[in-house]
């Protein structure tokens, strides 16, 4: 069983950046691959990005260029930067981790979520 807490979360201004941690317990991340979702109000839940236990990344078309995701196995997190942040990059951001080799950001794919950190861009 994994337990997953985000943080780093936060209010910012437009063209900021941020920095969002996703740590793990319970289990090393190893042979986990994890995505970082986020879900506005009043729409559905998105993936932004994710990373196979590997290590290769993937990101949706709207955050390409803007955020990198990484990984340390060795402290069990796995980190989302995101900078020139834009209005639209409200929401409220969680992690989710999937046993095996592979990754995806389809949210069913993955067993264990945390509890998610609300990011807020605003002038």
């Known amino acids: 069983q994994v337990q997953l807490v985000e943080s780093g979360g936060g209010l910012v201004q437009p063209g900021s950046s941020l920095r969002l941690s996703c740590a793990a317990s319970?289990?090393?991340?190893?042979?986990?691959?994890i995505g970082w979702f986020r879900q506005a109000p009043g729409k559905e839940r998105e993936g932004v990005s994710t990373?196979?236990?590997?290590?290769?990344?993937y990101y949706e078309e709207s955050v390409e260029g803007r955020f990198t995701i990484s990984r340390d196995n060795a402290k069990n997190t796995v980190w989302l930067q995101m900078n020139s942040l834009k209005p639209e990059d409200t929401a409220v951001y969680s992690c989710?981790?999937?046993w095996g080799v592979g990754a995806s950001l389809s949210p069913g794919f993955y067993d264990y979520w945390g509890q998610g950190t609300q990011v807020t861009v605003s002038s």
């Open positions: 990373i196979t236990s590997s290590g290769s990344a």
């Open positions: 319970g289990s090393t991340l190893d042979n986990y691959g």
């Open positions: 989710a981790a999937a």
